[in-house]
Every structure is written in structure tokens, then in C-alpha cells.
């Protein structure tokens, strides 16, 4: 998704370049400028992509604020704080969720099931989200939701309650769904690594011949 937003700059860069005789001046800063920016957005998360624990940290600090200000602080913008953890609840389901679903036949034909057992073949879990875009999608969020609360056109007058409700039995209903499809695959949604095997230690002991 990141990427692909980024390939899809490139080409109409590559476009307005091609056709810079034709386009206005305008419209060519504005492809270089986008392009720009998803380059360089490329390569900031090239950088923070070995750092997991530090970038989930963040994360939970930059979330932790967000509700400290709109619940405690502000007391309002509930409606901005719905829709961020909708969002967020869409994409923790993608990322739990199978790149290819199982219950495809062609799924199970081409050999590439997941593994159900423990001495199988090691494969790892291959998402439909991987972790870095789901840790960049919902961090992004959290930011969008974060300026949000800066305009009071935002501020919605809602029962809050009904929303909190509203998102549990939500997030019932759609984690008892995908549990059920777990179980019904056998698969879990996380890799543990590959099993690795130990030789004998050395007992420091010559043998000759």
C-alpha cells in the first residue's frame, strides 16, 4: 500500500516530465513534490523497519497521549475517537487475517497451506497487512486524529456511551469470527521461528586416530 502509492507517483512523474511541454507548471511541481515526499517517507521507514520495539514504544506513547487529551483533557471529540479505533480494529484484523484465505482450493492444490503441524515444514505466517504497514497505518491514524481535535467543527455532540458499546460488541463479534476461523484452519497468526537444531557440545577431548 505504501509502496504502491509511491510507484503510482513515479509514473505520473515520469508522465508529467514527458509531457512538460504540454502541462502546466503547476501540475508538474505538484507530481514532483508528491513524489518527493513518498521517496523520502520510503526511506525513513527503511530506516525504522529494524527497530520493532522501538517504533511500537512510540506507538503506545503517541496513542496514550491521544486519549489522555480527548478523554481527561478535552473531554469531547468522541466521534474522532470512534472512527480512529474503527480504523484501527479494520487493520488488526488485516493483519491477522491470511494473505491467501484458506478456504480457497487453489490454496491447498498449490501446496502452499499453512502449517498445521509442528514437525511440518517451516513456513512462515504470511499476513494480508504486514506489521510495518500496520504499525504505520494506525500510527498515521492516531496523528489525523491528533490534528483533528485542533478544530471544533470536529467536536460532534454524541452519547458517548453508546459508541464505547458499540465498539465492544464490535470487537466481540468480529475477533469471535476470526478465532472461529482459525480454529477452523488451524493456524495461529503468529511465527515462533524456525525450529533450530543443536549438535553435541564439545567435550574437548582429542581423538586420534
Keep these: 500500500m505504501i509502496k504502491t502509492s509511491c ?30 515526499y513518498c521517496r523520502r517517507q520510503q526511506i525513513y521507514l527503511d530506516r525504522v523497519t529494524p527497530h520493532v520495539l522501538p517504533r511500537w514504544i512510540v506507538w503506545v506513547l503517541l496513542f496514550s497521549l491521544f486519549l489522555i487529551r480527548t478523554l481527561v483533557f478535552l473531554h469531547g471529540w468522541y466521534i474522532v475517537t470512534y472512527a480512529v479505533a474503527i480504523f484501527m480494529l479494520n487493520q488488526f484484523i488485516a493483519f491477522l487475517t491470511p494473505k491467501i484465505d484458506p478456504a480457497l482450493q487453489d490454496y491447498e492444490e498449490d501446496g502452499l497451506s499453512l502449517p498445521t503441524k509442528a514437525n511440518e515444514e517451516f513456513r512462515p505466517f504470511m499476513r494480508q497487512l ?37 465498539f465492544i460488541i464490535l470487537f466481540a463479534v468480529t475477533m469471535k469470527k476470526q478465532i472461529r476461523h482459525m480454529i477452523k484452519y488451524k493456524y495461529l497468526p503468529f511465527t515462533h521461528g524456525k525450529m533450530q537444531y543443536k549438535g553435541k557440545a564439545d567435550s574437548g577431548k582429542v581423538v586420534t586416530s
Design 130 to 166: 504486514p506489521e510495518l504497514k500496520f504499525w504505520f497505518s494506525t500510527f498515521r491514524a492516531i496523528l489525523v486524529g491528533h490534528f483533528c481535535t485542533f478544530f471544533d467543527f470536529f467536536n460532534i455532540p454524541v452519547f458517548w456511551p453508546i459508541l464505547v458499546m458499540y
Design 7 to 36: 510507484l503510482m507517483a513515479s509514473i505520473f512523474e515520469d508522465m508529467s516530465t514527458e509531457n512538460s511541454l504540454s502541462a502546466s507548471p503547476e501540475g508538474n511541481f505538484l507530481f514532483r513534490a508528491y513524489g518527493n
